[in-house]
C-alpha cells in the first residue's frame, strides 16, 4: 500500500478515516489484450466510485465494488456544486482505491489494467478520477481504458451474463433519457435522445418545487405510493418530427403551473407525486415499445439512476410482455453512478480493442454513438 500512495502523492488527508467515506461495501498495447483483472474509477458528478473486475471461468466478478457518496454534502444546496463535489473526489479516492484493493485481496502490482470514466459528465470532478487512473496505469507501464459513462450504465444490465446481447437500451439519469439500438458491444446506434430535460433532472426540479428533499427523484417516489396518478392530468409531450425523442421540460412546467392553483398543495402532495410520475413513466414506456418495434428487438433494457423506480419497472415490464419481448433489468447497486459500469466496461475494451494512450483527454460532452 505504501506503493499506492508514493505514485499518487501523499497519505490519505488528516483525519480522514475509510469508515467516513465508505457507504458500500504508457506501452502500446494491441487487441485481443484480455486482462485478468482490471481496476476501474468513477468520478464523473457527484460519486467517487473504485471497482476491480476479473473474469472466473469466463464470467465477469467484481471483486470489490466501492462508493463513496457526496448526497448528503450536496442536499442543503439542493444539487450538485461541481466545485464541493472536485474536492471530495480528491480527498477521498486515494482511501477508496487503497480499499478496494485490500477487499479484493490485491496488491496494486498484481492489477494488469486500469479504466476511468472519460465522459459525458462534469469536466472537473472528470479530471480527478481520470487523471488518477491514468498514473497509476503510468506508473505501472498497464494499459489504459477511457471509458464512456452512458455506455456504463448501457452495459451494466449485462454484467452478470458477461456479454451484450443485440437490445433496445433505454438511459434513464439525472442528465440523458437516451433510446439506443444495440447490436453488440461497441455496436450502438441513437434512436432517440431528450431534446431539453432529461427524467432524472425532471424528477429532480419537480422534487424542488414540492419542497422534497435532494434527490427528488426517490422521493417523488415513495409520495407517489399513496397517490392517484389520475388525480391531475399532465401532458404527455409528442414531438411530431421526431416520435422518439423526449421533452420533459413541458411536463415540469405544467406542475409548477398547477401548484400555482392549489391554496395547499401539501395537502396533495401524493397525488400530485403519483400523476407526474405517472406522466413520466407513460412518456417513456411507449417510445421504448416504439423504438424496439421499429429496430426488430425482442429484449429490452433499463439503465441509469432512474432505473431503479420500481413504477417505472413495473410499467415497462408490462408493456414488454404485451409487445412479446423481454425486459433484462440493472441490478440495484449498478443503477446510480457506480465504478462497477466503468470495470465491466473496460474489462470489454480491454478483450475488443486496443488501450487508450495515455494523451487522451476527458471529454464532458462525450457522445455514446456516432
Excluded at 461541481?82 to 496494486?108: G, K, M, W
Excluded at 453488440?184 to 432517440?192: A, D, Q, S, V
Aim: charged residues 20%.
Amino acid at each position: 500500500m505504501n506503493y499506492l500512495f508514493k505514485i499518487l502523492g501523499t497519505s490519505a488527508p488528516r483525519g480522514t478515516h475509510k469508515d467516513d467515506i465508505l457507504i458500500h461495501r504508457t506501452p502500446s498495447f494491441l487487441f485481443p489484450l484480455s486482462v485478468p483483472c482490471l481496476l476501474a474509477i468513477e468520478s464523473s458528478c457527484d460519486e467517487t466510485a473504485v471497482a476491480i473486475i476479473c473474469r472466473e471461468e469466463g464470467r465477469p466478478c467484481l471483486l470489490s465494488s466501492l462508493i463513496s457518496s457526496q448526497i448528503e454534502i450536496h442536499r442543503d444546496y439542493g444539487g450538485v456544486v461541481p466545485e464541493v463535489a472536485c474536492r471530495n473526489h480528491a480527498l477521498r479516492i486515494r482511501p477508496l482505491v487503497q480499499q478496494a484493493l485490500e477487499d479484493a485481496h490485491l496488491s496494486l502490482e498484481e492489477i494488469d489494467a486500469f479504466a476511468a470514466t472519460r465522459g459525458p459528465g462534469l469536466a472537473s470532478s472528470l479530471l480527478v478520477g481520470f487523471s488518477y487512473a491514468k498514473g497509476l496505469a503510468a506508473a505501472a507501464g498497464k494499459p489504459f481504458y477511457g471509458i464512456n459513462h452512458m455506455e456504463g450504465h448501457l452495459l451494466s444490465p449485462f454484467l452478470e451474463a458477461g456479454k451484450v446481447a443485440p437490445h433496445l437500451g433505454l438511459i434513464v439519469s439525472g442528465g440523458h433519457t437516451l433510446l439506443i439500438d444495440v447490436q453488440g458491444f461497441g455496436n450502438y446506434k441513437l434512436m432517440g435522445l431528450t431534446i431539453d430535460d432529461a427524467a432524472g433532472e425532471a424528477f429532480d426540479k419537480v422534487g424542488r418545487m414540492l419542497d422534497l428533499p435532494y434527490p427528488g427523484g426517490p422521493e417523488i417516489e415513495k409520495n407517489a405510493l399513496d397517490g392517484n396518478p389520475k388525480a391531475f392530468h399532465f401532458p404527455r409531450p409528442r414531438l411530431k418530427d421526431a416520435p422518439l425523442d423526449f421533452s420533459f421540460s413541458g411536463l415540469k412546467t405544467a406542475v409548477l403551473y398547477q401548484l400555482r392553483k392549489l391554496e395547499n398543495p401539501h395537502s396533495q402532495l401524493a397525488d400530485l407525486c403519483a400523476s407526474f410520475q405517472a406522466a413520466v413513466i407513460d412518456c417513456l414506456v411507449k417510445k421504448t415499445i416504439l423504438a424496439a418495434l421499429e429496430a426488430d428487438h425482442q429484449m429490452i433494457s433499463l439503465s441509469g439512476g432512474v432505473a431503479c423506480n420500481k413504477a417505472l419497472q413495473s410499467a415497462l415490464g408490462a408493456a414488454a410482455e404485451e409487445a412479446g419481448m423481454t425486459l433484462s433489468l440493472t441490478p440495484p447497486e449498478l443503477t446510480t453512478d457506480n465504478a462497477g459500469m466503468i470495470a465491466f466496461a473496460g474489462l470489454l475494451s480491454s478483450e475488443n480493442r486496443d488501450a487508450d494512450t495515455l494523451t487522451i483527454g476527458i471529454d464532458p460532452n462525450l457522445f455514446l454513438t456516432a
